[in-house]
């Protein structure tokens, strides 16, 4: 597990790091009028490819476990593939007619129709490009799918700077790198699909409209996440100034770190738990996993807490350094996510995604109303404590459906283990404000320790796991004797 999540991080961390390098080339040759058009686009296919995508790699995941035979996997493979270029197809066509339309509407004008046109044209694209990768996924080939991932990542970024930098394109350039990108990429999963030694079958409508039954709910409720994630902007538009936005959104940027941790386990975990399950110890590990989880996203967030005010105070301007108090708040909010986003999986493994919707949709609902109710008031601290309170009660009610349709005896005991430990951190964090960088970095190393040592006095892992760790450390130091005998000999 910690393999393959350890390759899905990379796929995501060369990501990240490649729009880091690349920061400076961009800003050299894109004005902030281009990135606040790029901005709109991207924000207007987030929402259209919600839904017109159906989700059909997830869908996949999902009927592949209930597939008994390489013939049934062959026919879903052949019958998702050609699926997902029928819907490119209609996706295109949507947004080639609303293009204008869409212009208007985002940018007051129909100058940028043609930049829709090609950002319908990437995405639609890509769709057959996602059966590739969700092969890669149910099939556990984490490696393959970091060739899939960093392929297309090389040919984009190169395909942008040469663009900016040698034809001095200005925003469409990013838009064609992403087209001829979505090409490479559906051209090598297609490549890909056929190596691995599936048969092409012909064509089952009957099984794509399975997928589309599976995937279109997790679509919709993909939406109701758009509004939980960006709302908040159109409130505090009109009660905050420019200046606490700003400090907001690079707490926010710092706070959901978090997900670079959960986002690869969930790459691995959302195409593996069907198979999982299956196990005779399946529901042990469905269970202890959940508590792991927990464990480590918590941790991290106590990390983020303790080193939050040094990291500002040496990375950001002064001027910035008040967001410090707002990032714990923020990381915790999504601890609290991803748990309740683990135990909605349940409703996936008994089939049951328009649960999943509508969970996600009363937690969009609750989240809109504490925008609505407390922004006017507390401005970013108020979308902060909204965002958390909806988090909390997706928490809630994602448990309740989740358990309805399979109970799991989840480690509540130990996971409130977590929160008691991070009190400490917490308190200090609060009470005790050091001025000096060095003092800063003690304390920051101070409460990071703390949690760790009262999860121990709590008696967080139990006699299996304290026993599997003691043979860990006679390992490593039975190693490390031998290489030091050796060294002398």
């Known amino acids: 597990m910690l393999a393959s999540t350890g390759l899905y991080g990379i796929s995501l961390l060369l990501t990240r790091t490649a729009s880091f390098l690349l920061f400076p080339v961009y800003t050299r040759f894109l004005s902030p009028a281009d990135y606040g058009v790029l901005e709109l686009l991207d924000l207007t296919l987030y929402a259209f490819g919600t839904l017109l995508g159906m989700r059909i790699g997830d869908a996949l995941l999902y009927r592949w476990a209930a597939c008994s035979s390489d013939e049934d996997r062959s026919v879903l493979l052949s019958s998702a593939y050609w699926g997902a270029v029928l819907l490119g197809l209609v996706s295109l066509g949507c947004g080639w007619m609303l293009s204008g339309l869409l212009s208007r509407l985002v940018f007051g004008t129909t100058a940028y129709e043609g930049a829709f046109v090609l950002m319908f044209c990437a995405f639609s694209t890509s769709l057959p490009a996602e059966v590739g990768l969700a092969l890669a996924r149910a099939r556990d080939r984490s490696l393959h799918y970091l060739y899939l991932s960093a392929g297309r990542l090389l040919v984009n970024a190169s395909l942008n700077v040469f663009f900016l930098a040698a034809l001095r394109w200005k925003y469409e350039a990013m838009l064609w790198g992403n087209l001829i990108g979505a090409v490479v990429l559906s051209g090598a999963s297609l490549f890909y699909i056929v190596t691995q030694g599936y048969r092409w079958t012909a064509f089952r409508p009957g099984e794509l409209r399975r997928l589309l039954v599976y995937g279109a709910p997790l679509g919709v409720g993909g939406l ?260 030091q005998r050796a060294g002398t000999v």
């Open 224 to 483: 109701g996440m758009l509004i939980i994630h960006y709302g908040d902007r159109f409130f505090l538009r009109q009660y905050a100034t420019l200046a606490d936005i700003g400090i907001y959104a690079l707490a926010y940027k710092l706070g959901m770190l978090v997900t670079n941790l959960q986002t690869p386990f969930d790459t691995y975990w959302r195409a593996q738990m069907f198979q999982i399950i299956k196990r005779p110890d399946g529901e042990r590990i469905y269970v202890r996993v959940c508590t792991y989880l927990a464990l480590v996203l918590m941790a991290f967030t106590v990390f983020l807490l303790a080193f939050s005010v040094p990291l500002l105070g040496v990375l950001a301007g002064r001027d910035f350094r008040s967001a410090a108090w707002l990032v714990p708040w923020i990381g915790f909010a999504y601890v609290v996510r991803a748990i309740a986003f683990y135990f909605r999986s349940a409703l996936l493994l008994a089939g049951a995604p328009q649960r999943d919707a509508a969970v996600v949709w009363s937690g969009a609902a609750v989240c809109l109303a504490g925008y609505a109710l407390l922004i006017p008031r507390y401005r970013v601290l108020g979308a902060v404590l909204a965002t958390l309170a909806s988090f909390v009660f997706t928490l809630c009610v994602s448990l309740w459906q989740a358990q309805q349709v399979r109970w799991f005896p989840f480690e509540f005991r130990r996971m409130g283990m977590l929160l008691v430990a991070a009190a400490p951190a917490a308190s200090a964090w609060w009470l005790v404000r050091p001025q000096g960088l060095a003092l800063q970095l003690l304390l920051g190393t101070a409460e990071f320790v703390s949690f760790f040592l009262v999860l121990h006095l709590l008696g967080f892992a139990d006699s299996e796991e304290k026993e599997r760790i003691a043979e860990i450390v006679r390992g490593w130091r039975g190693r490390l004797l031998s290489r």
